[in-house]
């Protein structure tokens, strides 16, 4: 059990539609990351998030979009929904200059 | 930026059988995390290895990072199904922070 937390566990949305995933990181933690994880295939970064401004993005368009909020809560949105975002999204909390990042269970997106 | 590859992607083991799964890179990596996802998990992180020839057990894994920092194992001695799940090597790259993963090597167990 690491202390991480992500809402809801499961969704189902249409395509063009609008999402947003939510994710407590565990106390004592300052920096969250975001995952997207297709089926059959390793999570790939989205973008990371430290003193609630973007510390690095990954390969995703504009319409992935996160925020931060003072107590080191995260939310990922995404607009614009395509079917291929049906993926399971993973965040990690960390502390900032550490090495270890810690996995939440997971919100699983399907887009019909 | 570093990326890994995995071989194998799949391995089906009897129980109490022995095997060595491998993380491969063209480029010298600065460090290798694994980590272990049960089916309908999410990835926990296992160990790191950052020195060139570390070796590092836990239990029954014991894991090894090459002498060129260009490779890495996790071999598991006398296999459990307890083990199954998919095992996941990934850089940490410095700046970002973010962990760049390999596409995983998914572990069946016959009892």
């Known amino acids: 059990e690491t202390g991480v937390t992500q809402s809801p566990t499961h969704l189902i949305k249409t395509r063009g539609q609008q999402v947003t995933l939510r994710c407590s990181s565990q106390?004592?933690?300052?920096?969250v990351s975001w995952y997207q994880q297709a089926l059959g295939q390793g999570p790939q970064f989205i973008f990371q998030?430290?003193?609630?401004?973007?510390?690095g993005r990954g390969n995703f368009p504009p319409r992935f979009s996160g925020l931060q909020f003072p107590n080191y809560s995260s939310e990922l949105n995404v607009n614009a929904l395509e079917l291929d975002d049906s993926a399971l999204y993973l965040c990690?909390?960390?502390?900032?200059?550490?090495?270890?990042?810690?996995f939440g269970p997971g919100t699983r997106l399907t887009v019909l | 930026g570093q990326q890994v590859m995995q071989i194998p992607q799949y391995q089906h083991v009897q129980e109490g059988e022995d095997f060595t799964t491998y993380c491969n890179s063209s480029t010298t990596l600065s460090n290798i995390q694994w980590y272990k996802q049960r089916p309908g998990g999410h990835p926990v992180f296992l160990i790191q290895?950052?020195?060139?020839?570390e070796v590092k057990k836990q239990k029954r894994l014991t894991f090894q990072f090459g002498e060129a920092k260009k490779n890495s194992s996790l071999h598991i001695t006398a296999t459990q199904t307890t083990d199954v799940g998919t095992y996941f090597c990934a850089v940490l790259q410095g700046g970002s922070e973010k962990l760049v993963f390999g596409k995983g090597m998914k572990l069946t167990v016959n009892p």
């Open positions: 290895l950052v020195k060139s020839g």
């Open positions: 990690a909390s960390s502390l900032m200059g550490t090495d270890t990042q810690y």
């Open positions: 106390s004592g933690h300052n920096t």
């Open positions: 998030y430290y003193r609630e401004e973007e510390n």
